[in-house]
């Protein structure tokens, strides 16, 4: 991918020519031992409305006593070094097994939030990759610990309906960070569990002061969800 050309678009011009003229970084960690086809992911992130660049970064576990989820975290670092120093106004994360809506892109921009996540789900039991922490009062602690074992704290995956919402954590499968972010945090070298570097990326993001959201609109297909959408349909379709 080459360097971008023009001037960076100044902060908050959400006109239809700040969308097309914002340049964006389309990053994927491309992971061969899942079988994910990156040609499928090539055609879903062409077919957008407003085509992106694109950088894939292949990885692979170079040691088996180190968590193979490390090296993903270091590839996206990788993809977030290369967004500074070529100047792109945003940097979007897109699993190669998610398959995003032809104006996923466009609408995660129009939101125009420090960090917006599209909505994905896990492979498992269908739960979003969106969660919000929630304090609990003094009052109710028995009652938090009695259902979720843990008296002040709960934290609980956020189910919503299409309409976008501040959370706390999202998972990178289809995230977009702008500049301003990715400027300033990064991912972690290491990582304390599997499959937490975006968590810990979230973590440090709102430490700084940044607001993470949800675009449950933006509605993607996880290969091998158990309830995947029947249909990539387009956001803004009425």
Same mark, same amino acid.
């Given at each position: 991918? &080459?360097?971008?050309? &023009?001037?960076?678009?100044?902060?908050?011009?959400? #006109?239809?020519?700040?969308?097309?003229? #914002?340049?964006?970084?389309?990053?994927?960690?491309?992971?061969? +031992? /899942?079988? /994910? %086809?990156?040609?499928?992911?090539? @055609?879903?992130?062409? +077919?957008? #409305?407003?085509? $992106?660049?694109?950088?894939?970064?292949?990885?692979?576990?170079? %040691?088996?006593?180190?968590?193979? %989820?490390?090296?993903? #975290?270091?590839? *996206?670092?990788?993809?977030?070094? =290369?967004?500074?120093? %070529?100047? /792109?106004?945003?940097?979007? !994360?897109?699993?190669?097994?998610?398959?995003v809506p032809p104006d996923g892109l466009e609408e995660l921009i129009k939101l125009d939030k420090d960090i917006v996540a599209g909505k /994905?789900?896990?492979?498992?039991?269908?739960?979003?990759?969106?969660?919000?922490?929630?304090?609990?009062? $003094?009052?109710? *602690?028995?009652?938090?610990?009695n259902r979720y074992g843990k008296p002040t704290i709960i934290e609980e995956w956020v189910y919503m309906g299409n309409q976008p919402a501040?959370?706390?954590? +999202? &998972?990178?499968?289809?995230?977009?960070?702008? *500049?301003?972010?990715?400027?300033?945090?990064? !991912?972690? =070298?290491?990582?304390? @569990?599997?499959?937490?570097?975006?968590?810990? !990326?979230?973590?440090? +993001?709102?430490?700084?002061? !940044?607001?993470?959201?949800?675009?449950? &609109?933006?509605?993607? @297909?996880?290969i091998g969800a158990s309830n995947p959408p029947q249909k990539l349909a387009r956001v803004g379709k009425k």
């Open positions: 991918v &080459g360097k971008p050309q &023009g001037n960076t678009i100044k902060e908050g011009q959400r #006109s239809r020519r700040w969308y097309l003229l #914002s340049r964006v970084l389309c990053a994927t960690i491309y992971t061969p +031992a /899942y079988g /994910y %086809d990156l040609n499928l992911w090539r @055609q879903y992130i062409d +077919a957008q #409305s407003r085509k $992106p660049d694109a950088v894939h970064v292949q990885t692979e576990p170079d %040691d088996p006593n180190r968590y193979w %989820d490390e090296n993903v #975290s270091i590839a *996206r670092e990788i993809c977030r070094q =290369k967004a500074i120093k %070529d100047g /792109y106004d945003y940097l979007w !994360f897109v699993d190669t097994d998610v398959l /994905y789900c896990h492979k498992e039991d269908g739960t979003p990759f969106f969660w919000k922490t929630e304090y609990v009062p $003094p009052e109710k *602690r028995e009652e938090a610990k501040q959370i706390h954590k +999202a &998972g990178t499968g289809c995230m977009l960070i702008k *500049r301003k972010v990715f400027q300033k945090v990064g !991912f972690p =070298k290491k990582v304390p @569990q599997p499959w937490t570097e975006d968590i810990i !990326f979230c973590i440090a +993001a709102m430490t700084e002061g !940044f607001e993470i959201w949800a675009h449950p &609109g933006v509605l993607c @297909q996880h």
